[in-house]
């Protein structure tokens, strides 16, 4: 179950950005008042506060991931720790289930990031010279 907090207390971020601020795990955004999520995401770096609000930053040129700026008061977060080494894993899985309606291609990043996932195993096989391909 997830426990969503407003993004935004007084201004200010909420005090749970702080306290997972040196961690990794995953996030999911949502508007306030909605009952289904907008985004889901990760950071397996430890830096899972600062990802998140990255998303309501104004970015110039092209960017990559769903953006809503300035909108941090109009959002709720559930910020959830993992090991860093299942956070990419266990936000793809969160994404394949909620569906979240700013990320349609939460289908596609999953089956990605396993490829991703598997090529990295693989060179690491390699490199060691347990699979001679």
Do not use: I
């Amino acid at each position: 179950m997830l426990r969503f907090v407003p993004c935004t207390v007084g201004g200010s971020w909420h005090p749970k950005f702080r306290l997972l601020a040196h961690r990794s795990g995953l996030y999911v955004l949502r508007r306030k008042g909605a009952s289904r999520a907008s985004y889901v995401g990760e950071s397996h770096s430890g830096t899972l506060a600062a990802t998140c609000q990255r998303h309501f930053q104004h970015w110039k040129g092209v960017h990559v991931s769903v953006a809503y700026p300035g909108a941090r008061d109009r959002f709720e977060v559930a910020l959830v720790p993992t090991p860093p080494h299942t956070a990419a894993t266990a936000a793809a899985s969160l994404a394949e289930r909620l569906r979240p309606v700013d990320q349609p291609a939460a289908r596609r990043a999953a089956a990605d990031l396993w490829e991703r996932y598997n090529g990295r195993l693989r060179r690491a096989k390699r490199k060691r010279g347990a699979v001679p391909f």
